[in-house]
């Protein structure tokens, strides 16, 4: 299945995202026990605060996250989600020129992020959750379809791929048809080879080296490994000091044709996009 990039414009509610250029998503967690900056920013204030903080260090997305999907992580309700999600959504699209992203699941919380303001949803289930798709469609916004296998709280349990490319790709292959089956289309898909979930050091090392594989399906790639296991695992790194790593893969995402990259560490990551954009904007 290969599918044309028509455009590389990308509609997000009231602003677009121009994919000619590498974006810098910025991560921002109101959950308890993210495993990287768990309740720090749980409180509105300080929230919207970082967000701000990331704004202006170059972020032109800001992924608002409100159910943990680290390894382990417990299950959140519907109310205890929008409680935390829909505040900082509605006060960031107020204040902030910036696209809003959702990282989320639920229907009801695409449903009401939406009309708060958001202009992206990031679903790491891959719209799998029971009325996902239809909530997915009804807002009109782009989605994010990222690979996992199983749910966060058993999805290292001893994964295991033949070719781990090839079927990554298959995976996101299936879930564009069934996007496109509810109307959603191709031309409102980002994809993310989802590194980290549901996949051992070998898995995401290998996927990452072949990442070029997943051009085939025809839309633009979303990459997010900041400070996760895979870093710690090859550097023998602490979640605290992993950002040089990171910032090795951020570069060579982007040389593999990344066209957003989901981090922590802002500013750090956006001197690397400028960077290799004056390199290759020479004569």
């Known amino acids: ?7 590389t414009r990308l509609p997000c509610g009231n602003r677009v995202l121009d994919l000619a250029h590498v974006h810098v998503m910025g991560i921002l967690n109101v959950t308890p026990d993210s495993f990287s900056d768990g309740g720090r920013f749980s409180r509105l204030d ?3 605060r970082h967000a701000e903080a990331m704004v202006a260090a170059g972020a032109t997305l800001i992924d608002v996250g409100g159910e943990s999907t680290r390894p382990g992580a417990r299950a959140v309700s519907l109310l205890e989600e929008l409680e935390r999600v829909a505040p900082i959504v509605e006060r960031i699209h107020r204040e902030l020129d910036v696209i809003i992203s959702v990282d989320t699941s639920t229907p009801a919380v695409m449903r009401e992020t939406a009309r708060l303001g958001a202009g992206l949803i990031n679903d790491v289930r891959s719209l799998r959750r029971d009325g996902a798709l239809d909530a997915a ?6 989605v994010c379809l990222m690979h996992m296998l199983g749910e966060p709280g058993d999805m290292q349990d001893n994964p295991h791929y033949d070719d781990v490319t090839k079927e990554v790709s298959e995976f996101l292959v299936e879930r564009m048809a069934s996007c496109a089956a509810v109307g959603i289309p191709a031309e409102r898909i980002i994809l993310d080879p989802g590194f980290g979930f549901a996949k051992n050091l070998q898995h995401n090392l290998s996927l990452f080296k072949h990442m070029e594989a997943l051009h085939a399906l025809g839309r633009p790639l979303l990459v997010g490994v900041s400070r996760k296991s895979m870093i710690g695992q090859a550097l023998n790194r602490p979640v605290g000091e992993r950002l040089h790593g990171g910032l090795a893969l ?13 981090v922590h560490d802002v500013a750090e990551t956006v001197d690397v996009v400028r960077m290799i954009a004056a390199v290759e904007s020479a004569e």
């Open 250 to 262: 951020a570069a060579l995402a982007v040389v593999k044709g990344a066209r957003i990259l989901r």
């Open 46 to 48: 300080a929230a919207l």
């Open 1 to 7: 299945m290969t599918l044309v990039q028509s455009s």
């Open 137 to 142: 469609a009804a807002t009109g916004l782009p």
